[in-house]
């Protein structure tokens, strides 16, 4: 019993810390390459929604900007974009076959 105690306080006073090298796990965490989409793929995934969408997702998704951005450049609210984006990513996503979607994707192109 007096062992398992001393072994249960040296695993309390060692914590939850593991040390592990550096080098080993470098590459574990490293960046993930962003996606890289052709403009092709990119304009047949935007073929099939109507214009006001179409602007709104290309604005975001394809070029960056912000939500606020968006709204500003085609003086709607933020709201209405952020309603266009996400009805016109659940129709790309019907469209493709994709069965969940997420947040808007940036797309880095080719």
């Known amino acids: 019993a007096i062992a398992r105690f001393k072994l ?10 593991v040390e592990i090298e550096i080098d080993e796990i470098a590459e574990t965490f490293a960046e993930p390459e962003a996606e890289t989409v052709s403009e092709r793929d990119i304009n047949r995934a935007l073929d ?3 214009p006001a969408q179409r602007s ?9 900007r912000s939500v606020g951005e968006t709204a500003a450049k085609f003086g709607i609210s933020e709201t209405a974009v952020r309603v266009s984006l996400h009805r016109g990513l659940a129709a790309i ?6 069965k969940q979607f997420g947040r ?3 797309f880095k192109r080719e």
């Open 48 to 50: 099939g929604l109507p």
């Open 93 to 98: 996503a019907k469209r493709f076959g994709a």
């Open 56 to 64: 709104v997702v290309s604005a975001i998704s394809v070029e960056g």
């Open 104 to 106: 808007a994707k940036q």
């Open 8 to 17: 249960i306080d040296a695993f309390r006073r060692r914590g939850r810390r």
